[in-house]
């Protein structure tokens, strides 16, 4: 897949240029000077040679079959170029050229223009406005790019081609090597699913890295990516933050999902690890590509002086590692060898006066140890300290185990020559514990998915036909926010265990169905038009006599008529009332680029204020299922605090499973919340009392 991109036998250049600085030529002269063994065919209609190269007047001119084109013309121009790589027979594009949907409306019509012309022939298009691409293995650098990286086991893509040129010149510096480097661009034709899919099965690739600011299919991602990351560790950086586009918000899931949400959910059900920043996205990418994976959590720190240690042992501390807890055959040995001062336990303190003897005495010792998965070599450079030295020994013992061993030399001038011996021989160093720690914890978050085991989504036997029915209805009635009624019909249908309720239409109905149910109830406005019931005071519990059922019926319908004199009033909902319990929420908000959005939380003040929720795209299985209710910070209340008995937790698991097939089978919901849902204690189940649907 996309073999032509990444190791083309035959090249055109169409825009090759003469003049030194233009894009045209710097990348031609890329592909002359990086050793690319491939045919070089430059076009250009008012030169003979360029770089010594015969140059042809347009691609058609040229003898040989064409593999790739990279096109350099100015956009109005590309559309002809396309057409005659086409006629030639190519069928792998690349558009360097910029003025397309980024540079306005004629911009975006002359893109919709070139994606018309490739999907017709089955061609395969990289671009427009992008720098290009780079694979080590093939020496092929068909980029605009100032420099050729290193070879390495690193694949990164990016969105921003800036971004490309800076991260390149970087690299040099910090012995980071890659096998492909990739500018995405517009992204009219290939997009990030379809680099992951390429670079899934690539033998020189370990690690892949990538700059996002969103993806064209969602589900595609998450299934193309989930595949990836059960074979090599994937590492994204994704900007625009912020909630795509100002959203008039009917329900909770609405108002607090975001594509923010949308995204975070995407990536943990995808395996993906996310980086905050670019020196965040390098940290982990040196790790994964220097280290073997640890085999637990259990990490020793050892370091010649107190400070950095505590401060490391703090970052274990706040992470998912653990301070390993030495043998006592390792104490016994670290104590007959160490200074009487020294510490020999974890953090190993082997003092300020240590020389690179002490540190190999210790380091080997502390790798041997059996309950020892990481180590981590903090040094501060002192006087008597032997850092060149030191690093030597780090790195030997580092190639001899397959233990990560990761290092954190805290200085400047002083340490330098040593941060090139451990760079050349693959030990990340990290300027600050921090970083280091939370490095080996990124690594031990993907050694945890890896070993996690596939999770099938669940379904359940539903009346899939009378939601269908219900929906059907309403759009007959022009109406796409469901009354109470109507919501109540659909989670129903799904297997959601609701109260009694009758509607009552009159006061001698409301106290005949309160009769019927059994004192006490609750009583509510019924409209389709009213969605915030409580809000207008449209909710009565605690219900006890006839006489209170019919005063409530008078109140609530009166006072709905005077505050909203324009909706439709059907009656009041006269319903069992239930006590006990915890309330939670289960809602959905469709995503644009990532379908329904899941939520889960605790109800009342907790969603209110706090905004205690937990995010995943359906379809889910049990385990995401479940692992929703334990990401909330307020999961300890459901469990059982304080001598209260934890709450029925499968059930819950079970209604989020339920909602998950709701929404997957009937995309035309666009937003709903199930608000409250009681859970009750173990083995009590959940009843929903309230529920909130929009359709589309």
Known sequence: MLEHFFSPKTIAVVGASREEGKVGHDLLKNLVVHGYKGKIYPVNPKSDTILGIKTYPSVKDIPDAIDLAVVIVPAPHAGKVVDECIAKGTDSIVVISAGFKESGIDGAARERELHHKIKQHS??????????????????????????????????????????????????????????????????????????????????????????????????????????????????????????????????????????????????????????????????????????LPKGPNIALITNAGGPGIIAADAVERSKLRMASFSKETIETLRSFLPAMANVYNPVDVLGDAKADRYKFVIEKVVQDPNVDIVLILLTPQAMTEIEKTAEIITDISNRTDKPVITSFMGGKRIESSLKIMCQRKVPNYAFPERAISAVEAMYKYTLWQKRPLCAVQTFDVQKEAVSGVFGKMRQSKRLQLGEEEARQVISAYGFRIPKSILAVSESEAVEAAKEIGYPVVMKISSPDILHKSDLGGVRVGIKTDAEARTCFCDITQKARRLMPDAEIKGVLVQQMITGGKEVILGMSRDPQFGPLLMFGLGGIYIEILKDVSFRIAPIGSAEAEEMIREIRSFPLLKGARGEKPVDINTVVNDILRLSQLVTDFPEIIEMDINPLIVFPEGGGTMALDARIAIA
Not at 125 to 140: F, R, V
Not at 190 to 212: F, G, S
Not at 236 to 255: E, F, L, P, Y
């Open 123 to 292: 061609v395969r298009m990289l671009g427009p406005n992008c720098l290009g691409l780079i694979d080590t293995q093939s020496a092929l650098n068909a980029s605009f790019a100032a420099d050729m990286p290193a070879h390495g086991n690193i694949a990164f893509f990016s969105q921003s081609g800036a971004l490309c040129t800076s991260i390149l010149d970087w690299a040099v510096n910090e012995c980071i090597g890659f096998s492909k480097f990739i500018s995405m661009g517009n992204k009219t034709d290939i997009d990030e699913v379809d680099l992951i899919k390429a670079i899934e099965d690539d033998d020189y690739t370990k690690v892949v890295l990538v700059y996002l600011e969103g993806v064209k299919n969602g589900r595609e991602f998450i299934n193309a990516a989930h595949r990836m990351t059960r074979k090599k560790p994937m590492i994204i950086v994704k900007s625009g933050g912020t909630t795509a586009g100002a959203k008039a918000a009917s329900s909770h899931t609405g108002t607090l999902a975001g594509s923010e949400k949308a995204f975070d959910a995407a990536f943990k059900q995808a395996g993906i690890l996310r980086a905050v920043t670019i020196e965040e996205l390098f940290d982990y990418a040196r790790i994964f590509s220097f280290q073997q």
